[in-house]
């Protein structure tokens, strides 16, 4: 991935993460994974079209998901969550517009031009995405509630 | 908050890599609960947890003990105790300044699970204390010193400081060597002893040497290579009175150096410059591309530019480089050039900023870096010339044999291959060779 790209994402998920949830984030490694990768239970998904291609995948255990939602909420005066429902998926789903948002809009000041598709959420065990020739950096959160990956896969149109 | 906003000089552009180690307020009005002594090496700064410090010393004499591997100085007699002294600047391969004799040494004495062990710093500086949760884990971009002998990193006072785990680094359990990329599995200190003695055939010798250099460097030796490293032992065992034996980092080191292709790290001189030249292929459809892995810095990469754009003036031009080191290839795109060692031929596609030199916009505007690992590549991109000079001798050998196939499947008899002065496609691949000069260069058949 374009060296670039990795900063804007970096950020945006640091801070974004930092805001909504109020508390603590601790990045980990980044490293590149490339072919099938496992997802923890709970991906949303975001494409990227413009000048590239490619998705970025907020990925999650089912646990997690359930608490960084209800932190969320939370943070909204709302009831916490105890199941993954409409009102939590909705959540996740908005979590990973937030950051893809940041970080795209991080991308169009330094000039490059990115759309986005609307996310999609999908759940399930034992799932895996293949990432079709493409390479995909990993950023590893840490939080309270337990961790998140960012996994962005974004190569340059031919 | 004036610490955000005060320079990070080189980091800058990357200080979002940073911003997790950024205290803010609420934090440094926290408990302190982590003291560390801090200590410079090779002008930067580092810590060590204070538990783990027995005392800070000054070593006025100390017993050499001959055989021992370069970064262990001698033994030191503590009050009665006999330690070890060991020398971090050799060990994680800094410059050790000249040492004006009969000036001790400054030190420390630390206690580890498996005794008391001395070490040499450069100057030991201070003892600092910070509340523990403003500690962040190791970034990759500091890999070049060994994740994993990095315990965290912390700002304190405007200055970072990386604070190293003694245990893991000097601890009984095997520590990996600071130049060990940090994909390699963990491998001993220092590599099998190597002996040519009588009863060991040549080919014995090599194999023995390659195991040495596949877990101190990476090095992978197989039919790419291996008719330099035969002609290299020859050299070394003449040179070293009949005998192989390599067992440092040290040693590995020199071992490899004259393996390195020209112009390693710096921007391709005139010579080298022409010589490729006279070997790219015509022009065809107005488009010429490169592709250059392993490109680290950015020198090669921009050499390539600077020669595409000279040589098809008319074509648009277009660089994709890539490495595996974060820190090396993110800061390839400002790469700035010291004027006093800038070939002429580069003055066009320089500008002037401040006393530096740095490439033009349009020129820039040609290279794409990405951070990238040439074992998950599965498609090129389009290419007229290829440069992966001394790339492929650092990977597997499943992986040297699956890139040399993938470039024979993806480009035609017009792509000119440029490879490391050392490296022989030709042994790997159908490739023919064209090399000119000092340039070793490939084409498919």
């Known amino acids: 991935m374009r060296v670039e790209y990795i900063n804007p994402f970096v950020e945006a998920a640091h801070d974004v993460l930092k805001e909504v949830l109020q508390t603590d984030v601790k990045r980990g490694e980044l490293y590149l994974k490339s072919s099938a990768t496992p997802v923890l239970g709970v991906a949303a998904i975001i494409g990227l079209a413009g000048d590239v291609e490619g998705r970025v995948l907020l990925d999650m255990s089912r646990t997690t998901a359930i608490q960084v939602a209800s932190a969320m909420l939370a943070g909204m005066d709302m009831e916490p969550i105890s199941e993954l429902n409409e009102m939590g998926r909705a959540t996740i789903t908005e979590l990973a517009n937030m950051i893809t948002g940041r970080a795209v809009t991080k991308l169009h000041n330094l000039g490059f031009a990115f759309d986005l598709t609307p996310p999609a959420l999908v759940t399930g065990d034992n799932m895996e995405i293949s990432n079709a020739n493409v390479e995909a950096l990993i950023v590893p959160m840490e939080l309270p509630q337990g961790k998140i990956e960012i996994n962005v896969a974004i190569r340059e149109r031919g | ?445």
């Open chain 2, 1 to 445: 908050m004036t610490k955000h906003e005060e320079p990070r000089r080189a980091f800058d552009r990357y200080s979002g890599l940073f911003a997790a180690a950024g205290p803010d307020e609420t934090e440094e009005r926290e408990e302190i609960d982590y003291r560390m002594v801090t200590f410079s090496l090779g002008g930067k700064d580092y810590g060590v947890d204070i538990m783990k410090v027995a005392e800070i010393a000054r070593y006025d004499r100390y017993t050499c003990v001959p055989n021992t591997p370069a970064f262990v100085s001698g033994v030191y007699n503590l009050r009665g105790d006999i330690i070890s002294l060991i020398d971090m600047r050799v060990l994680f391969n800094l410059p050790v300044p000249q040492q004006t004799s009969g000036e001790p040494e400054e030190g420390l004495i630390l206690r580890l699970d498996g005794g008391l062990i001395g070490v040499i710093v450069d100057r030991i500086d201070e003892v600092v204390g910070i509340p523990s949760r403003l500690i962040q884990p190791p970034h990759p971009i500091f890999a070049d010193v060994n994740l994993r002998s990095i315990s965290g990193v912390v700002e304190h006072q405007s200055r970072l400081y990386i604070i190293l785990d003694m245990e893991r680094i000097l601890g009984e359990a095997p520590v990996p060597p600071p130049e060990e990329p940090p994909d390699t599995p963990p491998g001993p200190l220092s590599g099998p002893r190597v002996e040519a003695d009588a009863a060991a055939g040549p080919g014995e010798t090599a194999e023995l040497v390659a195991a040495t250099l596949r877990s101190l460097s990476g090095f992978v030796m197989t039919d790419l290579n291996r008719a330099w490293v035969t002609q290299r032992l020859r050299s070394w065992s003449d040179a070293h009175g009949g005998t192989v034996e390599i067992t440092t980092d040290a040693e590995v080191e020199e071992f490899l150096r004259p393996f390195y292709s020209p112009y390693t790290g710096r921007l391709w001189d005139a010579d080298y410059l022409d010589t490729v030249r006279t070997l790219l292929p015509p022009e065809a459809g107005g488009n010429v591309h490169a592709w250059n892995p392993g490109c680290a810095n950015g020198h090669e990469s921009y050499s390539i530019a600077c020669l595409l754009r000279a040589s098809y003036p008319d074509a648009r031009v277009k660089v994709w480089a890539a490495d595996t080191d974060l820190l090396g290839v993110s800061m390839a795109p400002g790469l700035t050039l010291d004027p006093a060692r800038v070939p002429r031929f580069y003055e066009p596609f320089t500008v002037e900023t401040d006393d530096m030199h740095a490439f033009r916009a349009d020129v820039r505007e040609i290279v794409l870096f990405e951070f990238s690992d040439l074992r998950h590549v599965q498609k090129l991109p389009p290419c007229d010339l290829i440069v992966i000079r001394d790339v492929l001798s650092f990977l597997p050998e499943e992986d040297q044999r699956r890139v040399v196939s993938m470039i024979e499947e993806q480009t035609g008899p017009a792509t000119l291959i440029v490879t490391g002065s050392h490296e022989d496609l030709d042994q790997l691949s159908g490739c023919v060779e064209v090399s000119r000069g000092v340039v070793r260069a490939f084409r498919q058949a």
